[in-house]
């Protein structure tokens, strides 16, 4: 990639590797956490939890902290790494119970295309003088020419199926091999925890012998009230590797079925012995708040009703993000076989902003992040199922309807560049859907690549439904189900763009595998 004034590329192996102690500290122990009380009343305010950022646009950004105690958080930023000049203090909020002490500020007048270097300081209210050390951070402005290359990566699943943080095997290591490629910033692909999904002291492994979990009160059930969401959050947090990579790389985060219990839909009523609050709506409430707790995602801090999931993130004129919600407003899991679904996997709203915003972008590449796949067939149970796909190779039906309807528009509105990236089904693949091979041919080709699990259970690969004429380019999987990261490493994909010729380059990567498949394709085309 070229090089360019201030980049984040000079940051590796500097002081951001990393100054802060913070993420200089070794992992942190939950029995400790445990231990400690909800915060303490002398002392300095400390951000244990790191920092992230998010939200990036040319003049803004979104920083966010989590303090031990009531604090004000304070955001210092310069273009210099070392602060000595150029240095703009913004005011944030103060950090309290009714947000789990967590914050985020808003950061404006920024200048476009640039490294800003950022620390964040918790005083005491009390006495402002009091003041935690600062915890430090960086990310860069999204660019304003189309001379500068974009780097991003993306994947999801984390803490899936009992595999969570084992300090045998350093943690979390795989966000430390991202941090190394130095992305502009991440695309957390859903399922960001698993509320639903416990982590024990140990698991057994294929071989006999043990995995061994950083276990926590919140990660022993599954969570139900908003204080076991939280925790589910916190929990991640307490990996080194995943602090350190928040705070060089920006955040954009959606969300899948974990971060509130396995194939949920609205309106679903819990048939869970391990559940005592039946209805599904009241956890995706409390879910929905730590989401928006936990992520600098502004606009769904404190539970806004207002606030959505699905948006689009303008990344320069090279790139547009849309961020889709196939969760919060679907029909419930069914056969998929009706004739008819208004409703679909997307919701009438939500459909018509998506055909909206890709008919007003005019950037080269067009990202539609979707948190799970068109083609794969993902069954949920016997007879229902939880994707688009429904295994029925013929004409579109049940929630495939929606979707034609979406590539249909694309087509017809000669909307170039479109990529299709997703998660959720715990491998790594590259499909290409083409018309010619398909039932439902009004639709111009396009290209969906599959990445993670980042760090959850690996299983085979999925069957693929015809009705969109996928082919699969490229495919890694586990040869059983839930093998462990140990057994089938973490999955993530690497998305380049090249300022002077506008190519997008995807990778297929794996956690010190390397490159598994890479695809060129060429601005303004589609189909290729």
Do not use: C
Not at 13 to 32: E, K, Q, R, T, V
Not at 35 to 55: D, H, I, K, T, Y
Not at 89 to 118: A, E
Not at 394 to 406: M, N
């Amino acid at each position: 990639m070229a090089p360019t004034p201030h980049t984040r590329r000079s940051l590796i192996g500097g002081s951001l590797a990393m100054s802060s102690a913070l993420l200089a500290a070794p992992l942190l122990a939950a029995p400790a956490l445990a231990a400690a009380p909800a915060f303490v009343r002398s002392g300095r305010p400390s951000a244990l939890w790191g920092v992230q950022s998010g939200e990036i646009t040319a003049h803004s950004a979104t920083v966010w902290t989590r303090s031990d105690r009531p604090a004000r958080m304070y955001v210092e930023t310069s273009p210099s790494e070392s602060f000595r000049y150029g240095v703009r203090s913004h005011r944030g909020p103060l950090l309290g119970p009714s947000t789990d002490f967590t914050g985020t500020t808003v950061l404006r007048d920024l200048p476009p295309g640039q490294q800003i270097h950022y620390r964040v300081v918790l005083a005491d209210p009390a006495d402002p003088r009091r003041t935690g050390e600062p915890a430090r951070g960086t990310f860069r402005t999204t660019p304003a020419s189309r001379r500068h290359d974009v780097r991003f990566l993306w994947s999801g699943d984390l803490a899936g199926q009992g595999w969570g943080i084992n300090p045998d095997l350093g943690g979390y290591r795989v966000f430390e091999e991202m941090r190394l490629r130095d992305p502009d910033f991440f695309l957390f692909s859903g399922d960001t925890v698993y509320a639903d999904g416990p982590i024990l002291p140990s698991a057994p492994l294929r071989d006999g012998t043990l995995w061994r979990n950083v276990t926590t009160e919140e990660k022993s059930k599954v969570a139900e009230t908003l204080a076991e969401f939280r925790g589910n959050f916190r929990y991640n947090l307490l990996d080194g590797n995943l602090r350190g990579f928040n705070a060089q790389v920006p955040v954009l985060a959606q969300w899948d079925d974990h971060e509130v219990r396995n194939n949920w839909y609205p309106g679903q009523l819990i048939d869970d012995p391990r559940y005592t609050v039946r209805d599904v709506d009241t956890l995706a409430g409390r879910a929905r708040r730590a989401f928006g707790e936990y992520f600098p995602v502004t606009d769904l801090r404190g539970g806004r009703s207002e606030g959505r999931m699905h948006r689009v993130m303008r990344y320069g004129p090279l790139l547009d993000v849309f961020v889709l919600d196939m969760r919060t407003h679907r029909d419930p899991n069914s056969p998929g076989r009706q004739t008819e679904d208004p409703v679909g996997i997307l919701g009438p709203e939500q459909l018509a902003w998506i055909k909206r915003e890709l008919s007003r972008s005019r950037a080269t590449w067009k990202v539609v992040a979707a948190d799970m796949p068109l083609g794969i067939v993902v069954p949920d149970g016997a007879a229902n199922f939880e994707a688009v796909a429904q295994g029925d190779p013929g004409a579109p039906l049940g929630r495939e309807l929606q979707i034609a309807e979406l590539l249909r528009h694309i087509k017809h509105q000669r909307i170039t560049g479109t990529v299709w990236l997703t998660a959720d089904v715990h491998y790594t693949a590259a499909n290409h859907y083409a018309p010619e091979r398909a039932a439902f041919t009004d639709f111009a080709p396009f290209w969906e690549f599959v990445s993670g699990p980042i760090g959850a259970g690996a299983f085979p690969a999925g069957r693929l439904d015809a009705t969109f004429g996928p082919e699969t380019a490229y495919v890694q999987s586990a040869p059983v189900a839930n093998m462990s990261p140990s057994e089938n490493p973490p999955y993530f994909g690497e998305v380049d763009i090249d300022g002077g010729s506008g190519t997008m380059t995807v990778r297929l990567r794996r956690q010190g595998g390397g490159v598994l498949f890479s695809k060129t394709l060429r601005p303004g085309q589609v189909g290729q």
